[in-house]
């Protein structure tokens, strides 16, 4: 069990050190343990420029003695903390 959660949490650490990438308008992502409860397909929508409201929809699934699938959608408002460009923040909402 220990293993397993060191693992979960070193993927998700490596994960964030490649998210300050350029401004995308439109994202596709795969999500595990999410929003999706098991596993979703997510698309995100920046409505604005930075600081940006974006939208996101996505398909996912969670099995538990059968097959349900989930459609997680929410909104969510990055802004800045600071005007270093290395550190950016989020507030994200949905269902």
Known sequence: MKTQIL?????CTVMLSFGQ???K?????LE?????????????????KEPALG???GVGFYTENAFYLTIPVGIN?????KEEKS???FIDAGH
């Open 7 to 11: 693992t979960i949490f070193a993927l």
């Open 55 to 57: 939208a996101r929809m």
């Open 32 to 48: 595990a343990g999410g929003n999706g409860l098991f596993g979703s397909v997510n698309y995100e929508r920046r409505l604005t």
């Open 21 to 23: 990438g350029a401004f």
């Open 77 to 81: 408002y990055l802004f800045k903390l």
């Open 25 to 29: 308008k439109n994202d596709i992502y």
């Open 87 to 89: 550190f950016k923040s």
